[in-house]
């Protein structure tokens, strides 16, 4: 009996797993044709590291598709989408210029005259026009302004009504309370709005602007929340690190409880900007296996993290030009992946991290020297936020 009454979850699980999949298999589809059609236009040529971004992250979303991995496959896909859409707008003017040869003119042999169409005759070329479908305005880059009212049908909340830009393109209404917010938008259309930087959109006063408890009349920083023994204001921590300056022994540097000073450590060192590493991550030469020799290093990482437990960081691997960038840009994300996964096996929390390969883009040092492409190997840990 317990068995056949799990049997509709199990079912039910599965076919959610495939609905998922079946959507991220959609989506790497249309990111698959965008890539194709950026080729076609001269991505390759003209954003040779977005198109080998956007490929080298479909590679890798398919696979965690095949693997079930769906939240790690639409991370992949964000980052594809965002590079192909980059490259599809680097390459717009990439591709070959579509000419035709003047017909019953004497011209040299190699004149050729550009061949511009305008699919909807309003004189903006379908290149350059942002709606090639329907008749626009030049200043609109040839999208339609139907009212006349200077602002496109896009942005214009009643585009066939004639109106004013503070009014959303719709017609000025009744203003009850004179606060100059129209009483079709204002919410307290009898209480005038105190124009005092914070909500007056909304039409209505607000006597304690940052909700702190504290009426703006008697609040020294009535924009900023803070406690009342320190008359509204926000308790200054410089650094972040979660330790009130007043109590903060090094206020200028993120530290530790209870001195609010960095944590001292043999491998690594907490920058502003990132946890700096006094030696390389090393791993298997050409694979993405960590060697032993570097767990003593991770796990101080590891230990920064512990210390600071809202410190959000991106995991960065990094190859030299040895090899072909598709190769080097798969490789140096399925490092980052790595180290994120030794991490996350320590008890860090995944939200807290992201990985990302960059291949042989950013290199420190010359890949023509042993000595430039041993520096380009690496792996960085930046800060993303400490909040």
């Known amino acids: 009996m317990r068995r056949s009454a799990a049997l509709p979850l199990v079912a039910l699980a599965a076919l959610a797993a495939c609905a998922t999949g079946g959507k991220l298999t959609q989506n790497a589809s249309v990111v698959k044709a965008d890539i194709e059609k950026a080729k076609a236009s001269g991505a390759t040529k003209c954003a040779p590291r977005e198109i080998a971004l956007a490929e080298a992250n479909l590679d890798f979303a398919l696979g965690e598709i095949s693997h079930g991995g769906a939240s790690r496959a639409g ?90 830009p503070e009014a959303q393109g719709c017609p000025v209404s009744k203003d009850s309370d004179g606060d100059g917010v129209p009483d079709d938008i204002d919410r307290c259309p009898l209480d005038g709005e ?11 006063p607000d006597a304690d602007d940052d909700n702190d408890g504290i009426v703006d009349k ?21 650094d972040r690190d979660g330790i009130p300056d007043d109590r903060d022994r090094c206020p200028a540097e993120p530290g530790v409880a209870p001195d609010g000073c960095p944590r001292k450590y043999s ?42 437990p809202r410190m959000r960081i991106s995991i960065e691997g ?33 939200e807290r991290l ?27 840990f930046r800060i993303v936020s400490t909040e």
């Open 75 to 164: 991370k992949h896909l964000q980052v594809a989408e965002a590079n192909v859409k980059k490259a599809l707008e680097l390459s717009r003017n990439c591709g070959p210029t579509q000419v035709t040869i003047a017909k019953g003119v004497a011209v040299a042999p190699d004149t050729k005259r550009i061949v511009k169409t305008d699919g909807d005759g309003d004189g903006v070329p379908d290149l350059d026009d942002k709606c090639p479908d329907r008749p626009g305005k030049p200043q609109f880059l040839g999208c339609p302004d139907s009212d006349d009212d200077g602002i496109p049908d896009a942005e214009d909340s009643c585009p066939t009504q004639p109106g004013k």
């Open 194 to 204: 105190d124009a005092d930087g914070f909500q007056d959109e909304d039409g209505c």
């Open 218 to 238: 008697m609040d020294s920083c009535p924009h900023n929340p803070g406690p009342i023994d320190n008359r509204g204001c926000p308790t200054l921590d410089a």
């Open 267 to 308: 491998l690594v060192e907490v920058k502003k900007d990132r946890i700096e590493i006094k030696q390389q991550v090393h791993f298997q030469s050409g694979k993405h296996r960590i060697l032993p020799d570097s767990f003593a290093l991770l796990d101080q990482v590891v230990s920064v993290l512990k210390d600071s």
């Open 318 to 350: 990094h190859t030299d030009s040895v090899g072909t960038e598709a190769f080097n840009m798969r490789l140096s994300q399925r490092r980052a992946e790595s180290v994120l996964q030794y991490l996350v096996g320590r008890g860090i929390s995944p």
């Open 354 to 380: 992201e990985s990302v390969g960059f291949g042989p883009t950013k290199p420190v040092g010359s890949n023509k020297t042993a000595k430039g492409r041993a520096l380009n190997r690496r792996t960085e």
